[in-house]
Each structure stands twice: as structure tokens, then as C-alpha cells.
């Protein structure tokens, strides 16, 4: 379980663009992500990959961690080739507990420490890749904004990856936890 933060459905991802998934006409082109809410919510269930961490990425941010969320201000990705793969994502070091076989906090809930992918900025994105590298994933299929929809703008889940989340939150059994 990841403490403090919720999954949300808010930005389109360009593999989906890539691979003629997305629905523009009705806005199902979005992907998950996760942000922080406070470290009294209750988190979601998910699941954690090892991944090799050659090539360890680290930038420290000098800014003052002021949201509480307790979690390191530093940019911190696994590998150039993670970093290429979830291009449109900022990364925070989180922590979580394991779980049980049965959802529920293993013999000893010490919290453990994983690498997360979370919500990012347009700005941010155009700061790391340039403005060309947006165009050719976002603005030639008519994509203004990555991270900028607002709640009611009408963005919804893409159709194909919502089916897959659902599939296997529900063969872990944790379908209540991403609903």
C-alpha cells in the first residue's frame, strides 16, 4: 500500500497516440498517474517491480519540502532507459508497506521506500525534452497539453489500458482499491 497518495486518470500518454488506441472525438486517451493528497489518506494498492538501477539518476532539488507529504524533493529515476519509457512523468522516492496474501499489512508494516512515477508539468516536460520532442509525441496528433486538463474538461480513461488496469487489479484482488 502506498500511503498519502490516489491514482488518477489526467493526462493523455503519446503511446497511445503511437499505437491508434486513443479515442480523441470522446477524449478516452488518458493514462494513470498518481498524486499526492496527505499523509492521512489512506493510499491505493500496487504493485512493486524490482528494477535494475544502473545509471542511477539523481538531481537534487535545493527547494524546501514544504507539502509534508515526507518524501525526498530529489529527481530520482532508475535508468535513462526508465526515464525514456515514462517520459512525461515526474518521480518521487515513497513510501509503502507490503502486503499479505490477503491485503493486509504483512508481520511488520516498516514502511520500505520504491521509486514512483507521479503527476508532472507541461513545463517541466518541455524543460527536460524541448519543445520539439512535444510536438512530435503530443502536438502532431492535435495534443495541447499533457498535464493541463482540468477536471471537467471531458478527458477520459483510454478504453484498451483502462481494460487492462481493470483485468489485473481484479486478478490481484485489489479491484477495490482501484475503484
Known amino acids: 500500500r502506498v500511503p498519502g497518495y490516489r491514482r488518477v486518470f489526467g493526462h493523455p500518454a503519446s503511446i497511445f497516440f503511437q499505437r491508434g488506441i486513443a479515442n480523441q472525438e470522446t477524449l478516452e486517451m488518458s493514462s494513470l498517474s498518481v498524486e499526492y493528497v496527505s499523509p492521512d489518506f489512506a493510499g491505493f494498492v500496487g504493485a512493486v517491480f524490482e528494477v535494475p538501477n544502473d545509471n542511477l539518476i539523481v538531481d537534487n532539488d535545493d527547494d524546501d519540502d514544504d507539502d509534508g507529504d515526507n518524501n525526498s524533493k530529489d529527481t530520482i529515476v532508475p535508468s535513462r ?6 517520459e512525461e512523468f515526474d518521480f518521487v522516492q515513497a513510501s509503502y508497506v507490503e502486503l499479505d496474501d490477503d491485503k493486509n499489512y504483512s508481520g511488520n508494516p516498516t514502511p520500505k521506500l520504491g521509486i514512483m512515477c507521479t503527476r508532472s508539468t507541461d513545463a517541466t516536460y518541455l524543460q527536460r525534452w524541448g519543445q520539439s520532442h512535444f510536438e512530435e509525441f503530443y502536438g502532431k496528433y492535435g495534443i495541447p497539453t499533457i498535464w493541463d486538463w482540468k477536471p471537467d ?7 484498451v489500458y ?7 487489479a481484479q486478478a490481484a484482488g485489489i ?5
Open 81 to 86: 532507459d526508465f526515464l525514456l519509457r515514462e
Open 153 to 159: 474538461s471531458g478527458l477520459r480513461p483510454c478504453a
Open 162 to 168: 483502462l481494460r487492462h488496469c481493470y483485468l489485473a
Open 175 to 179: 479491484l477495490d482499491s482501484f475503484l
